[in-house]
C-alpha cells in the first residue's frame, strides 16, 4: 500500500475522509505498520500514508538519498526545475478515482484536490486548467 508525500497532508487527509476513508481514528494498520496514526487512513481495498514534506525523512517506501537524488538532478530537458509530465499525473488521478469510486461531496472534494495539484505542478504542455 502506498505513501503519499504532499505538501498539503491535511488537504488530501480531509479528501480521504471525505471519500469514506477512516483517518486518525485507531484502525487496525495491518500494512503501513510504521505509519503515524494521525497519517494513517483505512479505505475498503487498502491502507494509505500521508505525510507532509516536513515528514519525508520518516517514510518508508521512499530514501532520504532517493528524494535528494530527485532534488539535485534536475532533468536535462528543464534546466534547474522539475517537471511531471501531464500523462503521469493523470494516471495517478485516474488510479486514485478507482480506487475510491467517490461521490456527491467526496467527488467534488477529490476534483478540488486535482486542481490544486495541477496549480502547484509546472506541466509542460498543460494549459487552461
Known amino acids: 500500500?502506498?505513501?503519499q508525500l504532499t505538501k498539503y497532508p491535511e488537504v488530501t487527509i480531509h479528501v480521504l475522509?471525505?471519500?469514506?476513508?477512516?483517518?486518525?481514528?485507531?484502525s487496525v494498520q495491518e500494512i503501513l505498520t510504521?505509519?503515524?496514526a494521525e497519517s494513517f487512513c483505512k479505505l475498503p481495498r487498502?491502507?494509505?500514508?500521508?505525510?507532509?514534506?516536513?515528514?519525508?525523512?520518516?517514510?518508508?517506501?521512499i530514501s532520504t538519498s532517493e528524494l535528494l537524488a530527485l532534488v539535485a538532478t534536475p532533468p536535462p530537458s528543464a534546466p534547474g526545475a522539475f517537471s511531471i509530465s501531464p500523462s503521469s499525473v493523470l494516471f495517478s488521478w485516474v488510479r486514485l478515482w478507482v480506487q475510491?469510486?467517490?461521490?456527491?461531496?467526496?467527488r467534488r472534494s477529490l476534483g478540488t484536490l486535482m486542481l490544486l495539484a495541477?496549480?502547484?505542478c509546472p506541466l509542460s504542455g498543460?494549459?487552461?486548467?
Open 1 to 3: 500500500m502506498p505513501e
Open 17 to 26: 475522509r471525505n471519500a469514506g476513508a477512516k483517518c486518525g481514528e485507531g
Open 34 to 36: 510504521k505509519c503515524p
Open 46 to 61: 487498502g491502507e494509505v500514508c500521508v505525510y507532509g514534506l516536513a515528514d519525508a525523512s520518516k517514510m518508508t517506501q
Open 100 to 106: 475510491l469510486r467517490p461521490s456527491g461531496a467526496a
Open 118 to 120: 495541477l496549480r502547484e
Open 126 to 129: 498543460v494549459h487552461g486548467y
